[in-house]
Each structure stands twice: as structure tokens, then as C-alpha cells.
């Protein structure tokens, strides 16, 4: 992982977790799931600003989103002058704007 790339602890949480469900319903599913996150990281630290901005967050804190590869999640990032935090790996269908409590 890119030594710029910040973990909220909520969203380290959310990533195992939801490496493990899929690693439930099929071996070796929830590897692809991880490398999926993987990826969608890495393009985020390439190009921060080619995410799309999150609704219903003030334009001011700039926090973004990026769809997850094969699968129903979205990463939400703020970058910042010394990181890109990633507040959630929030799934596409459950309680949109529950991790909002994490930007402070």
C-alpha cells in the first residue's frame, strides 16, 4: 500500500470485513475482492481528482468516491496536503452516508 494512503479505522474494518463475507461465498473471491480495492486505490493515488465528488457533502471538503471493480462498493477519499484518507469501502446499497460522522 502507498505510504500516502490513510486508513480511517471504521473503513480498515469495512475492507476485512467485507474480504471475508466474499471469501465465505467463494475461495478466493474475497482475494479478488481485495485486489479490486487495490486497484481502485492506486488509480486514486495516481489521479485524486478524478473521483466524483460525494452529494450531499459541502463542496469545501472536496470528498470523493471511486467505483470498486466487479463489485457493488465505492472507496470515499479526501485528500489531503500529506494523505489520501479513506473514510469508507461503502457498499453501493447500504445506508448511503453513514460514515459522513468520520470527517472530523
Known sequence: MNPRVRFESEA????????????????????EF??????????????PRAGSLVPQ???????????VTRFPYH????????????LAIAHDHRKPGYWHDRLR
Request: charged fraction near 35%; charge should be negative.
Open 12 to 31: 480498515d474494518a469495512e475492507y476485512r470485513h467485507a474480504g471475508r463475507w466474499y471469501e465465505e461465498r467463494r475461495e478466493h473471491l474475497g482475494v
Open 34 to 47: 481485495l485486489d479490486a480495492v487495490d486497484a481502485t486505490i492506486d488509480h486514486i493515488v495516481e489521479m
Open 57 to 67: 457533502v459541502p463542496a469545501e471538503l472536496s470528498v470523493r468516491r471511486r467505483a
Open 75 to 86: 472507496v470515499i477519499y479526501l485528500e489531503t496536503a500529506t494523505a489520501i484518507r479513506i
